[in-house]
């Protein structure tokens, strides 16, 4: 799939030119001109890179790293820093946020798409954590299989991914937008029953062979995975 990039950039001439570059370089892009849009955007769909300039109205880039940090599903997000500001305390506070790597302004667009390149390179390496498991549920991310106590669950491929999102952060309630974003992707237009769908599915599979219901349903909310709900 292609690489979704995330720029945080409020000076809009600048976040223009960097999605025109992104773009033409294959990728796909969103552009939030505040800490809080980043935040929101995030929500809606997990990009695969941050780029988050220092310097925003609100929050800062380097709270926006920590924010990013802080979260599960983004705490191994690669970022990558832009910043007027060259000096090596400004480095090292940028690196102490969490951003994997730094870029000065004015900066060009081929060396920034160099070290895109190089982060997604070296983040595909190291997500290759092949499973996650929850309560007797494990998932296999390479090789797409899943199992509930041993015994094999059948899942179609947007069923997996929903899965895999609601695994990312057992008992936490996903909204149907967020589930939406994550497993459609923000581009595509479903309607939010297609999630309730696809949630009935998932149930169906994973509870086939008995067992209690691992899919929480919270009315008006929307869905987490979690063994501790009350009947
Ligand atoms: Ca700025």
Same mark, same amino acid.
């Given at each position: 799939?292609?690489?979704?990039?995330?720029?945080?950039?409020?000076?809009?001439?600048?976040?223009?030119?960097?999605?025109?570059?992104?773009?033409?370089?294959?990728?796909?892009?969103? +552009?939030?001109?505040?800490?809080?849009?980043?935040?929101?955007?995030?929500? %809606?769909?997990?990009?695969?890179?941050?780029?988050?300039?220092? %310097?925003?109205?609100?929050?800062?880039?380097?709270?926006?790293?920590?924010?990013?940090?802080? $979260?599960?599903?983004?705490?191994?997000?690669?970022?990558? %820093?832009?910043?007027?500001?060259? *000096? *090596?305390?400004?480095?090292?506070?940028? !690196?102490?946020?969490? /951003?994997? &790597? @730094?870029?000065?302004? #004015?900066?060009? #667009?081929?060396?920034?798409?160099?070290?895109?390149?190089? !982060?997604? $390179?070296?983040?595909?390496?190291?997500?290759?954590?092949?499973?996650?498991?929850?309560?007797? +549920?494990? +998932?296999?991310?390479? /090789?797409?299989?899943?199992?509930?106590?041993?015994? #094999?669950?059948?899942?179609? #491929?947007?069923?997996?991914?929903?899965?895999?999102? !609601? %695994?990312?952060?057992?008992?936490?309630?996903?909204?149907? &937008?967020?589930? !939406?974003?994550?497993?459609?992707?923000?581009?595509?237009?479903?309607?939010?029953?297609?999630?309730?769908?696809?949630?009935?599915?998932?149930?169906?599979?994973?509870?086939?062979?008995?067992?209690? &219901?691992?899919?929480?349903?919270?009315?008006?909310?929307? @869905? /987490?995975?979690?063994?501790?709900?009350?009947?």
């Amino acid at each position: 799939m292609t690489p979704l990039i995330l720029i945080v950039e409020d000076e809009e001439p600048l976040a223009e030119m960097l999605r025109y570059n992104l773009d033409k370089s294959g990728f796909r892009t969103m +552009v939030a001109v505040t800490g809080e849009e980043a935040l929101q955007k995030v929500d %809606m769909e997990l990009p695969d890179l941050a780029v988050v300039d220092w %310097m925003l109205p609100e929050r800062s880039g380097i709270e926006v790293c920590r924010v990013l940090r802080a $979260r599960d599903d983004t705490r191994k997000l690669p970022i990558i %820093m832009l910043t007027a500001r060259g *000096e *090596e305390g400004d480095r090292v506070l940028g !690196l102490e946020a969490g /951003a994997d &790597d @730094y870029v000065v302004k #004015p900066y060009s #667009p081929r060396e920034l798409i160099a070290r895109i390149n190089a !982060l997604l $390179r070296r983040s595909e390496v190291q997500s290759a954590l092949p499973q996650k498991e929850y309560a007797g +549920v494990v +998932v296999d991310l390479d /090789a797409h299989k899943v199992t509930r106590d041993g015994a #094999p669950v059948r899942l179609s #491929p947007t069923c997996f991914k929903l899965l895999t999102t !609601l %695994m990312e952060r057992p008992g936490y309630v996903f909204s149907r &937008d967020r589930l !939406l974003g994550r497993v459609w992707g923000g581009d595509v237009f479903v309607e939010p029953r297609t999630v309730d769908v696809h949630i009935r599915r998932l149930r169906q599979a994973l509870n086939a062979r008995g067992g209690c &219901d691992l899919i929480r349903t919270v009315r008006a909310s929307g @869905y /987490a995975i979690d063994e501790q709900q009350d009947a």
